[in-house]
């Protein structure tokens, strides 16, 4: 039984990836069988699987036929920003206040901040295949903040929601950031929050995380539009309601 546990999890976290990375495209069928075979697992845990990514809304079961990787539409995307900001300024806020009575919360952001500038320094420098290449690095740094975020915001059931959010919003980040420019963009506005974190700035940090928020959902909005023919019926151009 632990095997099959410890099997369920590793067939997860691939899929997971996949999904997340768009290795595997929205509306991509996902039949237990073939994945076991490609994944070298029996059904069951390709089944436990399958079953916890529907939980996080990365699966959607469609009747009388298997399972498929959730589509994405642009109302959904602008619904789930719409409750971002509801949740991750007073996250930064609250954070920024806690570091200025706690050198301890402080300190990962100061360090945080050195990194964003030292990669700025490195991707400027770099020729535009390796800057092609620097993505994930950048991707890393975003996640040590959205982590440290997480972990140093007081209230728990906030953080337990920005946390439960993850798994869509990193399937999205990789539309996001659709090029270099809009990268260092995204990079500048890390900075700021980051910034407003280290001084103890509440209302700064807030502002400036509803800021980034707003301008990764246009970049979105003008990533998945532009898109359409390449991801077809599974991007949704419905109404943003």
Known sequence: MARATGKSEAVYERL?????????????????????EELGASRTPVREAIRSLAREGLVDFVPGEVARVAAISLGGVHSLFEFRMLLEPEAASQVAALGQARESVREPFVRLLTRLDGFERSFRARDEAQQAQSFQDFYALTEIFDQELI?????AYLARTIRDLRSQTVR???????????????????????EAIVNGDGPAASAACR???????????????????????????????
């Open 211 to 241: 800021h980034h928020l707003a301008q990764t959902l246009q970049a979105l909005i003008d990533s998945l539009t532009g898109q359409y023919a390449e991801f077809g019926a599974e991007v949704h151009l419905d109404a943003l309601g």
């Open 151 to 155: 972990a140093a915001c007081r209230n």
């Open 16 to 36: 997971k990836q996949d999904i997340e990375s768009l290795r595997l495209r929205p509306g991509a069928k996902l039949s237990e069988i073939q994945l076991g």
């Open 172 to 194: 999205l980040r990789h539309l996001s950031h659709s090029g270099p420019q809009r990268m260092l963009i995204s990079l500048d506005e890390h900075r700021a929050m980051v």
